[in-house]
């Protein structure tokens, strides 16, 4: 199953940045400029924040975690990590008997401390399995819906400071 939300990546992000850049030049070419600047302007910052990750995810020695639902593949993919789930990448339905016991076994075995809940996702059964484990429940955010009044660097940085400090 293909997931979508390639938006939690900071490397796709850049390159998502660069194409809007690009749209906007051909439809408006007089500020050329001005969109290119924007775009190196933002882009630098996404990169820095990429760096900064990449220097502190290599340092744990655990990298794996567990979320609410699929949706960060992308975001594993840029950092050499690993992504276990109450729900699948759609975030439809919850887990059988077996598929939780299967993630309580996961967490239990690799030392688990939290399980990340989701916006959109219902914290019901991540509360469980944290009850299980013994584990705490911390949200984390998929940009789906308008979330906490943050932008998109901000909700990022949090992502990455909550995802970090669990695998330390």
Not at 15 to 24: C, F, S, T, Y
Not at 58 to 63: C, L, W
Not at 141 to 155: A, F, V
């Amino acid at each position: 199953m293909e997931d979508p939300h390639s938006w939690l990546s900071l490397k796709n992000a850049e390159i998502e940045v660069r194409n809007i850049k690009d749209a906007l030049v051909e439809a408006d070419p007089t500020n050329k400029a001005y969109y290119e600047k924007n775009c190196k302007d933002y882009t630098d910052q996404l990169e820095n924040l990429y760096q900064k990750y990449q220097t502190k995810f290599a340092t744990v020695e655990r990298k794996d975690f567990v979320t609410g639902h699929a949706a960060f593949s992308y975001f594993c993919r840029d950092f050499g990590l690993q992504q276990n789930s109450v729900e699948d990448v759609f975030a439809e339905g919850e887990p059988n008997a077996a598929q939780l016991a299967e993630l309580i076994e996961y967490s239990k075995k690799h030392q688990v401390k939290t399980i990340f809940v989701e916006d959109m996702v219902s914290p019901a059964v991540s509360q469980t399995l944290a009850n299980e484990v013994g584990a705490e429940v911390q949200t984390i955010y998929t940009m789906e819906s308008h979330e906490d009044q943050k932008n998109y660097l901000e909700r990022m940085q949090d992502n990455l400071d909550k995802i970090y400090s669990s695998l330390k």
